[in-house]
């Protein structure tokens, strides 16, 4: 039985497909456009044209109960939506949907969509956060309300205690690793004073990790 499909074989569908095929995933690509097949059918054999709004369609191409589905529709929002309604009935589990506006991605979401993505905004982000540097290093989504992400000590955290830090973010935060001299240490001591250039990876709830953020980037 096939665990994933790919809805919509658009730029980002495309790479999508592909990139599970090369992982040597099972897979069902899909698109209402024979040209798109065409091109996804060099690396992936069960590459079908239907119409993903029509259920029977879907039933018939053996969409049912699948592990992970992914909609990459995004220009057509009503064929977005439309699709992960019709997976939904048929008991697809986890299924991702691309979304272009925050609109288009609440409607998902709210439809039961497991994950909406945004995948210009997200990589414009990335983007920007990696031109910008210095303050994030890097940082990673856990879920959907938590972070985890490194920082250089500024001025306002230098000397201070690790469990003073996490105490001035309520305590929603917890340092997980921090880099002095060049060596990590994971089990680092709560009453241990950052220094200047320490490298400090917390995780925590979102808000407060990008309050930590704000706070370190004002003063980089
Ligand atoms: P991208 O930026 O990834 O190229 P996009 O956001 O512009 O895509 P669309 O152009 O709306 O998104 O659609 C992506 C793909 O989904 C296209 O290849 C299109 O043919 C396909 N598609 C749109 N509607 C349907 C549908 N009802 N059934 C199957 N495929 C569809």
């Given amino acids: 039985m096939k665990t994933y499909a790919v809805i919509g074989l658009g730029k980002f569908g495309f790479h999508i497909a592909k990139g599970l095929a090369e992982q040597g995933m099972d897979i069902i690509a899909i698109d209402n456009d024979p040209h798109k097949i065409q091109l996804i059918s060099d690396h992936i054999e069960d590459a079908l044209i239907l119409d993903s709004t029509d259920i029977k369609a879907l039933q018939e191409a053996g969409v049912v109960g699948l592990d992970t589905v992914i909609i990459s529709i995004g220009e057509n929002i009503e064929a977005s939506i439309l699709t992960l309604?019709?997976?939904?009935?048929?008991?697809?589990?986890?299924?991702?949907?691309?979304?272009?506006?925050?609109?288009?991605?609440?409607?998902?979401?709210?439809?039961?969509?497991?994950?909406?993505?945004?995948?210009?905004?997200?990589?414009?982000?990335?983007?920007?956060?990696?031109?910008?540097?210095?303050?994030?290093?890097?940082?990673?989504?856990?879920?959907?309300?938590?972070?985890?992400?490194?920082?250089?000590?500024?001025?306002?955290?230098?000397?201070?205690?690790?469990?003073?830090?996490?105490?001035m973010f309520e305590n929603e935060i917890h340092l997980i690793a921090c880099k002095t001299r060049d060596n990590w240490t994971f089990d680092v001591d709560k009453t241990y004073k950052v220094r200047e250039n320490d490298m400090l990876s917390f995780i925590g709830k979102k808000a407060f990790i990008e309050k930590l953020r704000n706070l370190t980037k004002e003063e980089s």
Avoid: C, W
């Fill in 85 to 167: 309604m019709a997976l939904k009935e048929l008991d697809n589990k986890t299924i991702i949907a691309k979304a272009i506006t925050l609109t288009h991605g609440e409607i998902l979401a709210r439809l039961g969509a497991f994950k909406v993505i945004y995948p210009e905004r997200e990589s414009a982000k990335k983007l920007v956060e990696n031109l910008v540097g210095n303050v994030v290093i890097d940082q990673i989504d856990f879920s959907s309300t938590i972070k985890i992400a490194k920082f250089t000590v500024t001025k306002s955290l230098m000397g201070k205690m690790v469990q003073e830090i996490e105490l």
